[in-house]
């Protein structure tokens, strides 16, 4: 768990801490996939006593594995995100929409994983030259060409084909 002490800081108004954390993570889960990563994720975050919340700022960054949307094959994919969260103290009953913690010490590992789910690439991709798989044999084509027919058909349009050799 990525947890910064916080015990001084929240006595001390205006102050700021530094910390600069290196922890392995749990696999993360998305869309029934799970994602491991590949080396500890390394937080440096700074944390400031605003008087009414401590305000904590920095990147997180480390290395994930994915699996390539086009040849399905693993690749590791580097990540460095912003990370920037105000949290109020649990006994704080104004704190609104704030995130709130009690005791001495502030667990921020949820609010990074949210921040690292929301860098994750739309489609990930080994490359953008990566070719794909065959879509008749199932072949990696990054790999090795296959021996297919190379017929350029979007199979949505399959079916007029079709209807001409019945013509």
Same mark, same amino acid.
């Given at each position: 768990?990525?947890q910064?002490?916080?015990?001084?800081?929240?006595?001390?108004?205006?102050?700021?801490?530094?910390?600069?954390?290196?922890?392995? &993570?749990?696999?993360?889960?998305?869309?029934?996939?799970? #994602?491991?990563?590949a080396? %500890?994720?390394? =937080?440096?975050? !700074?944390?400031?006593n605003?008087?009414?919340?401590?305000?904590?700022?920095?990147?997180v960054?480390?290395?994930?594995?994915l699996?390539?949307?086009?040849?399905?094959?693993?690749?590791?994919?580097?990540?460095?995100?912003?990370?920037?969260?105000?949290?109020?103290?649990a006994?704080?009953?104004?704190?609104?929409?704030?995130?709130s913690?009690s005791?001495?010490? &502030?667990?921020?590992?949820?609010?990074?994983?949210?921040? #690292?789910?929301?860098?994750? %690439?739309?489609? =990930?991709?080994? !490359?953008?030259?990566?070719?794909?798989?065959?879509?008749?044999c199932?072949?990696?084509?990054?790999?090795?060409?296959?021996?297919c027919?190379?017929?350029?058909?979007?199979?949505?349009?399959?079916?007029?084909?079709?209807?001409?050799?019945?013509?």
């Open positions: 768990m990525l910064l002490d916080v015990a001084r800081l929240k006595r001390s108004p205006g102050d700021t801490a530094s910390f600069d954390l290196l922890e392995d &993570l749990p696999p993360l889960e998305l869309s029934g996939e799970v #994602i491991s990563f080396a %500890p994720v390394n =937080a440096r975050l !700074s944390a400031l605003t008087g009414k919340t401590i305000a904590v700022t920095g990147e960054g480390g290395k994930l594995e699996k390539c949307g086009r040849c399905l094959g693993t690749f590791i994919y580097d990540f460095a995100v912003p990370f920037e969260e105000n949290y109020a103290m006994q704080d009953t104004a704190a609104g929409n704030l995130l913690f005791g001495d010490y &502030l667990d921020v590992t949820p609010e990074v994983e949210k921040s #690292i789910y929301l860098a994750l %690439p739309m489609k =990930a991709l080994c !490359s953008e030259e990566c070719r794909g798989l065959c879509p008749v199932g072949k990696n084509l990054n790999e090795d060409a296959c021996g027919a190379a017929e350029e058909i979007d199979p949505r349009l399959g079916i007029l084909k079709d209807l001409l050799k019945k013509e």
